[in-house]
């Protein structure tokens, strides 16, 4: 039975707006989630800074810390050099996201939505460091701890979105190489078998 809910049945530009809106609406929830739970966790920690509380016994702990640099901490207190390369890897993100999104494949749209959503979530917080405001003025919130691994950085939920959706975006264009290598080595061992097909009929000919 023609499934009625399935969206192969539409044209293809309502099929292309329809999923458009849902990945859109998937960015939203990763960025509230990243932004609210910066908030929740400043205003529960801000009074225990540097202190670690246990969240998943013997995998994570929270730790409420401020990275006024990029990942570890590397160009501490480049304000506006951060607050520069966060703009232009937002607007990078934001060009793929409006004017490429439905050509690309999904694993490849998972991606840029994941990295999109941890652009602009720690995007904020380096504009609210930069003008000295609110809750950012120390910096990026960071509060999340490998409690098995306490030399490795705090992060937050923008960190882990932008570096899975990165990962993601790698492996996707990886295999997709690899895919097209394999293509084009069964084409030319296809052209070569014809060529050979050709020279035995001209031979049989002669």
Not at 46 to 68: C, R, W
Not at 178 to 183: D, N, P
Not at 189 to 205: G, I, P, R, W, Y
């Amino acid at each position: 039975m023609r499934d009625v809910f399935s969206l192969k049945y539409l044209p293809k530009k309502k099929r292309e707006i329809i999923s458009f809106s849902i990945y859109f609406f998937i960015f939203i929830l990763l960025f509230l989630s990243d932004l609210l739970t910066k908030i929740f966790m400043y205003n529960a920690l801000i009074d225990k800074k540097g202190m670690s509380f246990v969240a998943i016994p013997y995998l994570f702990d929270m730790t409420l810390v401020f990275n006024n640099g990029a990942a570890w901490n590397m160009l501490s207190d480049q304000r506006w050099l951060l607050a520069t390369i966060s703009v232009v890897g937002f607007l990078l993100f934001f060009y793929v996201f409006i004017f490429l999104f439905t050509k690309l494949k999904r694993a490849d749209k998972i991606g840029v939505i994941l990295a999109a959503a941890g652009s602009v979530g720690n995007l904020i917080d380096r504009m609210g460091f930069s003008f000295n405001a609110g809750i950012y003025k120390n910096g990026v919130i960071d509060f999340i701890q490998f409690h098995f691994w306490k030399s490795f950085p705090v992060f937050n939920l923008a960190d882990t979105f932008l570096v899975l959706g990165v990962i993601l975006l790698v492996i996707s264009n990886v295999i997709y190489l690899i895919k097209q290598s394999g293509k084009s080595q069964k084409q030319i061992e296809a052209s070569d078998l014809q060529d050979k097909l050709k020279d035995c009929e001209k031979n049989k000919s002669e």
